[in-house]
Nanobody, 121 residues
């Protein structure tokens, strides 16, 4: 079985930066797209950014230029560098990955437990 373990959240002042990490633990045959989502209180979960296994990226339009997603395939880890943070970025950030456990399996979505990011004004 695999798990996604997130880290790097916390409290930061507006204008500051944080770097989130999400590591896939356990044995996985293949990891395809990796994504970061966020959910603020009272709001729907939204896609922040995604990155494919060949490092193609896609971002929510409102976050382009401030957030950068990257991944280290050797470490099965995805990162989210968040700069110029605003109070409205406050949310629980979840990572998601499309993982194939064995060669004969199809890809399934796995989720991390979430990490809280709080931006104070």
């Amino acid at each position: 079985q695999v798990q996604l373990v997130e880290s790097g959240g916390g409290l930061v002042q507006a204008g500051g930066s944080l770097r989130l990490s999400c590591a896939v633990s356990g044995n996985a045959f293949s990891i395809n797209a990796m994504r970061w989502y966020r959910q603020a209180p009272g709001k729907q979960r939204e896609l922040v950014a995604e990155i494919t296994s060949d490092h193609s990226t896609n971002y929510a339009d409102s976050l382009k230029g401030r957030f950068t997603i990257s991944r280290d395939n050797a470490k099965n880890t995805v990162y989210l560098q968040m700069n110029s943070l605003k109070p409205e970025d406050t949310a629980v950030y979840h990572c998601n990955a499309a993982i194939r456990l064995y060669r004969w399996h199809s890809y399934s979505n796995y989720w991390g437990q979430g990490t809280q990011v709080t931006v104070s004004s």
